[in-house]
């Protein structure tokens, strides 16, 4: 088990890096933790990618410590992680508030980032008060109160009905994230706007939506495409907001063309 400490929090971490250099950072979705990557960096790595991955502040094994209360204060963090395994330049790939934190590292460290791959987020997603009302949801009972509302963005109705594992799986791992580091990245996504900094990248990059997902609806991911010079869009057919995790195949073989 690996971990690296950001400040005053324990990070965990999981690390295999190709010797190379040809290596993607991945960055969690808010109430998920590393794993939903698993499918995605077994098959990149058979293609000779490496691959660095974490679990959020106040997700999965990690501590939370200070409370990040910005998206930046999270894309310091995944800085840190970079710097603490000598990854100099990387492709980064994040889904939902990752790919938000994805944009914000290539914006404040542009020479750190090789390539884009921006899954099922956007520049600015959600309201103030759609926030709002989930953190004061979930301060009062927890992620647990929120789940099916959340898993019924996740993942479409064929996989819900089939009471499929990686639906089970899911909702494991958002049910036991912590109420704090929940709440925390609530606060960090109702509170930044990344437009400018999207419309700041250079590098080439890759907005991926899932045709199904009721949380990043493909609508919001082509706005973000618009903003990235020269960006690329890709959907995946009846996927949900999760790609890497119902769809890793497609996802992997997608991002590693889009690698190549």
Not at 64 to 75: E, N, Q, R
Not at 181 to 199: I, K, Q
Request: aromatic share 4%; with cysteine.
């Amino acid at each position: 088990m690996q971990s690296v400490r950001v400040g005053d929090a324990w990070l965990h971490v999981e690390a295999d890096l190709a010797a190379d250099g040809r290596n993607v950072v991945y960055i969690n979705s808010l109430g998920s933790d590393l794993r939903i990557w698993d499918g995605v960096v077994a098959r990149l790595k058979g293609a000779g990618y490496g691959a660095l991955r974490y679990d959020l502040r106040g997700h999965g094994l990690s501590d939370l410590g200070t409370a990040p209360k910005l998206i930046g204060d999270h894309v310091a963090d995944a800085i840190e992680v970079m710097d603490a395994f000598g990854v100099v330049r990387a492709a980064i790939c994040g889904v939902s508030v990752g790919g938000v934190i994805a944009l914000g590292v290539a914006a404040a460290r542009p020479q750190r980032v090789d390539r884009l791959a921006l899954c099922c987020t956007g520049a600015k997603i959600g309201t103030q008060a759609s926030w709002n009302a989930r953190i004061a949801a979930v301060e009062q009972g927890g992620v647990g109160a929120v789940a099916q509302e959340v898993l019924q963005r996740w993942f479409p109705p064929a996989m819900r009905d089939a009471d499929a594992p990686e639906v089970a799986l899911a909702r494991n791992m958002l049910t036991r994230t912590p109420t704090r580091g929940y709440v925390a990245t609530c606060v960090a996504l109702r509170d930044s706007d990344l437009t400018e900094a999207a419309r700041s990248v250079k590098v080439p990059a890759l907005c991926v939506a899932g045709a199904l997902d009721g949380s990043t609806p493909p609508s919001l991911v082509r706005s973000l495409a618009a903003l990235i010079s020269g960006a690329e869009y890709a959907e995946i057919d009846g996927c949900g907001h999760l790609p890497c995790l119902q769809e890793p195949a497609a996802f992997a073989e997608r991002l590693r063309q889009f690698l190549k």
